[in-house]
């Protein structure tokens, strides 16, 4: 009797708990973001081609800077934004999408510069503000970068902040990437991001890969030159797709390959978002300037003669001294080799190339030829191959695949 | 509006229906480690576990969440699957099959050993995998060849075969609160409560069917590493206990799970967590990634249990992990004391049992140090047995794993029971075993394993009448 009841209750419960379930939430309730909810003005990760353009410390509390930007802000802005930036200009009263408030403090602490940056440049013609009826002009093609970075060190004045203004500085700007970060990254990559979480010293004990040191300047997978950080577009890439292991037991039967989940099924925003995270652990983001990064041109066609070429550039190379004659990782200096943390690493068996790291596609073999494996005995051949000779060498190491499938088709 | 409501209630229905399927059939269980998700997720053994079947840190997470890579479920779940991948492999993707087995030797005495092979005694197919960012199912399938069943008032072996240890659905429950009113973040497909930067909660998860509520434990024994020996049993009767934690055992000596089978409570019995096969529901989440608190019903026997517990995840710095956990549970009518004046039979007293306890986990390289304290306490004991009856009982377990070689994990168990009942027939019991696991791939394991007691030999006490046990055996998954 009593067994009955309680069954009763509980079956009670759960079809309540179930059928409410199926309500979905009030959509208003959005990510938290604060200023969202006072001015209609989502506060979302620029895009990729933006992401790398952040601000230089300096520039926020440069009188030089901001003595220039009152005379940009005065002459294109204060007729939309008002002297005083409060938004109440003449022009900007009658707008549907009401220019910002710049003296409110909260709302200014969530942009993130190269957010700030990707608004001036391109003002209300891009989405979903131009959906919102943004009428902001765009200003890339008037002001120079200098004098978008000046103009917006100005407005930054507005709301009472004195400091740079910088993720660190500002923690809200960066706590929902900070969020994901917590949940799906600390396990391996530890709370400060030095790669120092309680996962990766069991998944592949006392040698490489380990989980990357955020903190450092050397990143593996990368489009820019060797020692240089890398682009937010490459750590989208690994995030998205995630990183093999080239050694060590592997899962017998099992597709299993991966030592770091891809991230595939993330909201692209929210990717972002938890990059923006990552590179606020990391002040070198803020102060290399220009980016450079390597193209890879398109790929030539493949042919018996290029696949000779490489097979030679592959003895003259010293490939096969880690990668061994048939490319299974077993060169001669291949049991010697270590990476910057004085840990044993496996050279990659370059007849499977679902094990490859920075990918099997035809131009991430390219890619990593070029730009080398920052921290690992894997060097570099952008300065030393032609373009054209590197796709000789990449060919050839897909050839060296069973079937050498992976050279035509590719597959990461 | 009445067609949505309509929709709900047959929604509501069909997983009811699956719940209740769920909870219908019970058979015996244990330990799971899941290649069905490597192969779903293309990841590696070793992404989740230290060594399987443990968790590790990224595996409790992925566990917590319903089987998902945090923030990042499959929008549109197996629909998704099925056509990107195809029917066949979505299948295939969602099984896996583990098989145990292996020799086994007693040592009563340097001049008494008994040899035997355990050819694999536990075959278990898994059935497991998200069907929506918010929804998934977990079903174990199990095979027992030697299994020990007991009936009409004696023990034998039977082989078994149905439902094992857990089969059940995890819900996230986010979305409910932010229906009810609650400010609510959606991360990869699943649902949050909160704001970013202020409160969070991961879940509440609902976890309902025959659930284990122990994976969020600081100890989870339902994931051991040293798994547990068989019943042993000849003529009828209990030859040998099994070792298994003494920390989470029942503990008890002279107990009865019922009437009318008149089936004995054994002291080693797995009780609230990592049993045979327990209906329930369980509800838990995370707080700002800090604290993980859970709460939950189950079955057990003729009576049932509420429990509440909560992880406190106190250090995450520099490859060093430490957790605490405090667990209390009220059993409604669990256990059936004995006949106050035949201790062979169950008498009519349905007895609560209150159990309490703490747990911790530190985590340092490739150590692993985990241990739990559990008190147990009757209540509702005839008064004819309170002078032959002692009716409180404490068990403790400390393991400490390590890593010594990528493919070699050594560890040892120290498992002390410290039992109640009665008087004239408990025992304690002190066992040390140690165990080297050999893995040559991430999904297959050979080990080898010795339980030494280290309390006296008693010939009539099936807890104490062996002095060593060496098991080798295999442990692959698929």
């Known amino acids: 009797m009593r067994a009955k009841l309680f069954t009763s209750l509980a079956i009670g419960v759960l079809g309540l708990l179930v059928g409410l379930w199926l309500v979905p939430p009030p959509a208003t309730r959005a990510n938290g973001d604060k200023h969202e909810e006072k001015g209609g003005h989502a506060h979302m990760p620029a895009p990729l081609e933006y992401a790398d353009i952040h601000v230089p410390t300096s520039v926020w509390t440069d009188p030089a800077m901001i003595t220039r930007g009152k005379e940009v802000y005065a002459s294109r802005c204060a007729v939309c934004h008002g002297d005083q930036g409060d938004g109440k200009g003449p022009a900007g009263v009658a707008l549907p999408l009401k220019p910002p408030d710049f003296r409110d403090k909260d709302g200014v602490a969530e942009m993130r510069d190269n957010y700030w940056f990707w608004r001036v440049s391109e003002g209300g013609q891009v989405e979903p503000f131009k959906g919102k009826g943004s009428a902001m002009p765009p200003w890339k093609g008037e002001l120079s970068v200098d004098d978008r970075w000046a103009v917006m060190a100005y407005q930054h004045t507005f709301s009472g902040h004195n400091g740079p203004h910088v993720p660190w500085g500002h923690p809200e700007s960066i706590a929902m990437g900070r969020d994901i970060f917590v949940m799906a990254c600390v396990p391996c990559h530890g709370v400060t991001g030095k790669g120092d979480g309680s996962v990766g010293s069991m998944l592949s004990p006392r040698r490489a890969p380990q989980p990357r040191d955020f903190t450092s300047a050397e990143f593996k997978f990368r489009s820019t030159p060797s020692g240089q950080l890398p682009t937010t577009a490459d750590l989208f890439r690994t995030l998205t797709e995630g990183v093999r292991s080239s050694g060590g037991p592997m899962t017998i039967g099992l597709r299993g390959h991966r030592i770091m989940p891809s991230f595939q099924h993330m909201p692209v925003a929210q990717r972002l978002e938890v990059l923006e995270y990552v590179k606020s652990l990391n002040r070198g983001f803020w102060q290399r300037g220009v980016v450079k990064t390597v193209t890879v041109p398109a790929p030539p066609p493949l042919t018996p003669e290029r696949l000779t070429r490489g097979k030679q550039l592959y003895g003259d190379a010293e490939c096969l001294a880690c990668h061994g004659t048939r490319g299974r990782g077993d060169g001669p200096s291949a049991p010697m080799l270590k990476d910057n943390r004085d840990l044993s690493i496996a050279a990659t068996d370059l007849t499977r190339p679902a094990r490859f790291k920075n990918g099997a596609r035809p131009e991430d073999v390219y890619r990593t030829l070029v730009t080398g494996l920052a921290g690992t005995p894997m060097p570099s051949y952008g300065d030393s191959l032609e373009p054209d000779q590197v796709w000789d060498l990449a060919y050839y190491v897909l050839s060296l695949s069973r079937g050498g499938q992976s050279a035509q088709t590719g597959s990461r | ?478």
């Open chain 2, 1 to 478: 509006m009445l067609k949505r409501l309509t929709v709900v209630v047959f929604i509501a229905a069909g997983l009811l229906a699956l719940l209740a399927g769920l909870v219908a059939v019970a058979g015996p269980g244990r330990a799971e480690a899941v290649p069905a998700f490597a192969r779903q997720y293309d990841l590696q053994c070793n992404a989740c576990h230290t060594r399987p079947p443990r968790l590790n840190r990224f595996g409790e997470q992925f566990h917590m969440m319903g089987f998902q890579i945090p923030s990042a479920a499959q929008p549109g779940g197996i629909v998704t699957n099925v056509r990107e991948d195809g029917t066949v492999k979505t299948l295939i993707d969602s099984l896996a099959l583990r098989v145990e087995g292996g020799l086994f030797e007693y040592s009563a005495s340097p001049r008494e050993t008994e040899t035997k092979f355990a050819p694999p005694d536990e075959i278990t197919l898994f059935v497991a995998r998200p069907l929506l960012p918010e929804l998934s199912i977990f079903i174990e399938i199990e095979g027992e060849p030697n299994a020990v069943a007991f009936e009409n008032g004696r023990y034998f072996q039977r082989g078994q075969f149905g439902l094992g240890k857990e089969a059940f659905f995890m819900l996230n429950l986010g979305r409910l609160l932010g229906a009810l009113g609650a400010p609510t973040m959606e991360m990869g497909g699943q649902t949050m409560v909160g704001t970013h930067g202020g409160f969070s909660m991961h879940g509440p998860m609902l976890m309902a069917g025959k659930v284990d509520p122990n994976t969020n434990f600081s100890y989870a024994t339902n994931r051991q590493l040293i798994a547990p020996t068989e019943l042993e049993v000849a003529h009828g009767k209990v030859e040998r206990l099994p070792v298994v934690p003494y920390a989470f055992a029942s503990k008890f000596f002279g107990l009865f799970k019922n009437r009318d089978e008149r089936e004995p409570q054994l002291a080693t019995d797995q009780v609230m967590y990592n049993t045979s096969g327990a209906p329930g529901a369980d509800f838990h989440a995370m707080l700002n990634d800090v604290v993980l608190g859970q709460v939950g019903f189950l079955r057990e026997n003729e009576g049932f249990n509420t429990y509440m517990a909560a992880r406190f995840d106190l250090l995450d710095r520099g490859e060093f992990t430490f957790n605490v956990s405090a667990l209390m549970n009220w059993g409604f009518g669990v256990v059936r004391a004995p006949d106050p004046e035949d201790h062979n039979q169950p008498g009519s007293n349905r007895l609560d049992r209150l159990r309490y306890g703490m747990a911790a986990n530190v985590r340092w390289k490739q150590l692993d140090v985990y241990g739990a304290v559990i008190w147990d306490r009757l209540y509702g004991l005839p008064g004819e047995l309170r002078g032959s009856f002692d009716r409180s009982a404490t068990g403790l377990t400390i393991q400490v794993d390590y890593l010594v070689h990528e493919k070699v994990m050594l560890s040892s168990r120290f498992d002390q029971l410290w039992a109640g009942g009665l008087k004239d027939e408990k025992r304690d019991g002190s066992v040390l075993s140690l165990q080297a696991k050999f893995y040559p791939w991430q999904n297959i394991a050979f080990f080898v394993r010795d339980s030494v007691n280290l309390r006296s030999f008693v010939e009539n006490s099936p807890l104490r009448n062996w002095r060593n046990q060496l098991f080798v055996g295999i442990d692959w998954g698929f």
